[in-house]
């Protein structure tokens, strides 16, 4: 069974421009979740979907990143402009079902913004 | 007070020995928790999960729960170098996201 994928994997980019990361969640897992580590942290929640619908996005910086999961599948996650305090991993994970279950994670897109 | 603590290390363990990962957490209403290892420049790789109180053993691998505590260990028997990464503990409630803690770097020297 293939696991969550996500590209970039890497991604360099000045300030100010924007960016955007992919993600293709497990076949069949519902509830996809964005999360952002930065060096030396836990990663922390960026918005959780449930099919296509965002049902927490309490964490998410709303002024400059925007998210969608269109079609309940695969996600983007948008990044405009970019500051510099950006640069962590951004991490996509994905569950059966919301809540208890286990949460597998993609390798991530490491984002460095110069 | 984080929500989920854990020391930093480096926790340095010879090979062979057990090695005892701990994590408190603030939430009592907190239902599901998780062990996920990760080495450097990768993602989280979930080894363990645990729902109710008492011990859960795979291979290697024990976690234990004690929610009047709360409290999460994971203890590894015989360690191999190959473990040394750091451990992330999670924990979540109801239809949420985990909650994660900053980790613990694990070192086990040949």
């Known amino acids: 069974e293939a696991g969550v994928v996500q590209s970039p994997r890497y991604k360099i980019i000045e300030k100010k421009q924007p960016v955007a990361f992919w993600c293709n969640p497990i076949?069949?897992?519902?509830?996809l979740y964005w999360y952002r580590q930065n060096l030396g942290q836990g990663p922390e929640l960026l918005i959780r979907?449930?099919?296509?619908?965002?049902?927490?996005d309490s964490q998410l910086p709303k002024d400059r990143f925007s998210a969608e999961r269109l079609k309940g599948v695969d996600s983007t996650l948008k990044i405009q402009p970019a500051e510099l305090g950006d640069s962590a991993v951004y991490l996509c994970?994905?569950?059966?079902?919301?809540?208890?279950?286990?949460?597998?994670f993609g390798p991530g897109t490491r984002l460095t913004v110069l | 007070q984080k929500e989920v603590e854990q020391n930093s290390g480096p926790l340095s363990v010879p090979e062979g020995a057990i090695a005892s990962l701990n994590c408190t957490y603030s939430d009592r209403g907190s239902q599901s928790f998780f062990w996920y290892r990760q080495y450097s420049g990768k993602s989280p790789e979930l080894i363990m999960s645990i729902y109710s109180n008492g011990d859960k053993e795979d291979g290697r691998f024990t976690a234990q729960l004690n929610k009047a505590s709360q409290y999460v260990s994971l203890l590894i028997r015989d360690s191999q170098p190959s473990d040394s990464a750091t451990y992330l503990c999670?924990?979540?409630?109801?239809?949420?996201?985990?909650?994660f803690g900053s980790g613990t770097r694990l070192q086990v020297q040949p």
């Open positions: 979907y449930e099919n296509e619908e965002a049902v927490d």
């Open positions: 076949s069949g897992h519902n509830t």
């Open positions: 999670a924990v979540n409630r109801g239809r949420r996201a985990l909650t």
């Open positions: 994970a994905s569950s059966l079902v919301a809540g208890t279950r286990e949460q597998f």
